[in-house]
């Protein structure tokens, strides 16, 4: 059975008559009159029923036009789909993002995403960066919103924006009540960290203002989980480390206690945000949202930090 036949035979039962059948399929009657014998033998049945008088579908043929009906709807479907994929205007786009970028970034880019490409799904993943790094490499995403300028040669990036970082403690730590501490009283608070390879960018911003203020963190857990340090610094005389955005949103912990952002000084740590991309099979719809996060920004920075 040819796809053509069906076409033709749909414009005979719209018709009802040969001659405009033909006329608007621009075929000749006895051209369009093989082809409906020609399905009608593969099909064994009888589905238009013509005298000299009139043409109209047998019940075989009234049955048949509704399947037929739905299979080139189907197959104008496909392709539409088709046509709106090569295009980058249809099909899924995965992107990674921490919490920052989810604040920050992600708000007006999806907005925009949905008014220019509504057919596009952005499937969103949260992840640290280092996750997100190595998603980006695996193919895994086509796009990350991660802390720090990659190293990798292998991808591409854009500057999105600068945090600062804060302090986190809990609303009886000692800290709770300042507007801000310097960085050098971190030499004489247990604190806690995370592993480099999460977000490397964060651990050398904090590496760095402690080597500068000549101090020595006093590691006291390392913690992986944001959501794990808001709760044990809540609980805990513990510091903890954060965006100042995070800082901004900290979630309630157990019992319902809120960790509370200190801001940090002399020197301030700061870290930036940035799109990483890398060439993909998914380009054209890795290009859409990246269209759509440039015409999104520029994205401004939070405001900073009181206790």
């Known amino acids: 059975m040819e796809f053509r036949h069906l076409v033709s035979f749909l414009a005979i039962a ?14 000749t009657q006895p051209s369009l009159s093989q082809q409906l014998q020609r399905l009608e033998r ?17 019940s075989a043929g009234r049955a048949f036009e509704v399947e037929a009906r739905a299979i080139v709807a189907q ?17 899924t786009v995965r992107v990674g993002y ?16 949905h008014a220019e490409y509504p057919d596009v799904t952005v499937r ?26 990659p190293v990798s040669s292998d991808f591409q990036y854009r500057k999105l924006l600068r945090l600062t970082m804060v302090a986190v403690v809990g609303p009886h730590h000692k800290w709770a009540g300042r507007p801000g501490v310097p960085f050098a009283e971190l030499g ?6 995370f592993e480099r390879a999460q977000s490397p960018a964060m651990y050398d911003a904090i590496s760095s203002a402690a080597d500068r203020t000549g101090i020595r963190l006093n590691v006291a857990h390392v913690i992986d ?35 509370v952002p200190v801001q940090l000084y002399d020197p301030v740590p700061t870290v930036d945000l940035y799109a990483v991309w890398r060439d993909s099979g998914n380009s054209r719809l890795q290009e859409a949202f990246l269209d759509c996060l440039e015409a999104g920004g520029p994205f401004s920075t939070p405001q900073a930090v009181r206790a």
């Open 14 to 27: 719209e018709e009802l008559h040969f001659g405009r059948a033909a006329a608007r399929l621009h075929l």
């Open 42 to 58: 593969t099909l064994g049945v009888e589905l238009v029923a013509r005298t000299s008088h009139e043409v109209r579908l047998t």
């Open 75 to 91: 197959m104008e479907k496909a392709a539409h789909t088709a046509r709106e994929a090569a295009a980058g205007r249809t099909g």
């Open 98 to 113: 921490n919490f920052p970028a989810g604040q920050h970034i992600l708000p007006a880019t999806l907005a925009k995403m």
């Open 124 to 149: 969103l993943e949260e992840k640290r960066t280092g996750p997100q790094l190595v998603a980006l490499a695996d193919g895994g995403l086509d796009v990350a919103l991660v802390y720090g300028r």
């Open 188 to 193: 004489r608070q247990p604190c806690i960290l």
């Open 225 to 259: 989980d944001p959501g794990a340090t808001a709760i044990l610094v809540s609980v805990k005389p513990l510091v903890g480390f954060a965006s100042a955005s995070r800082g901004m949103f900290a979630g309630a912990a157990a019992g319902g206690v809120r960790p």
